[in-house]
């Protein structure tokens, strides 16, 4: 892959289910990395993660009704707000999607931040069954 494309990995060696590879997937959800923004605590964690999938929603659409009014500003803001959610969170592919779209709307390519936002519908599907997991767990 190219430099700084981090692809998935199965830290279990290809046992379990397809969805537990998914989980254990550190571009989708990086446990390791959300336990250690919340030094260790995992009821912060999942505090955290309750929160986020209560804004979760608003903040993708908040970037949907910036690109369909194109301001490129607003999408570079909300771009922006979903990062650093997601960040601390762990969920490198969403990050790197909303980074992906905040860049394109901070040089006003709103048909690359548009790209990008398909990106961040995707990631964010993905990651929002695995921390409703977490919730459940």
């Known amino acids: ?4 494309i981090a692809l998935p990995v199965d830290r279990r060696e290809g046992k379990g289910t397809v969805h537990e590879r998914q989980t254990e997937s550190p571009e989708v959800f990086d446990r390791g990395q959300a336990m250690e923004a919340t030094c260790g605590d995992p009821e912060l964690l999942k505090e955290i993660v309750g929160i986020f999938l209560e804004d979760c929603p608003r903040m993708v659409e908040e970037i949907e009704r910036a690109l369909d009014v194109a301001d490129a ?3 570079r803001r909300a ?3 979903l990062k650093g959610s997601v ?3 762990g969920a490198n592919a969403l990050a790197a999607a909303a980074r992906d ?3 394109h709307a901070r040089t006003g390519d709103l048909d690359g931040a548009a790209a ?6 995707e990631e964010a599907k993905r990651l929002v069954p695995v921390l409703k997991e977490l919730l459940a767990g």
């Open 73 to 75: 500003e607003a999408v």
């Open 79 to 81: 771009a922006h707000t």
């Open 101 to 103: 779209a905040e860049h």
């Open 1 to 4: 892959p190219p430099a700084g």
């Open 87 to 89: 960040s601390v969170l």
């Open 116 to 121: 990008a936002f398909a990106r961040v519908e």
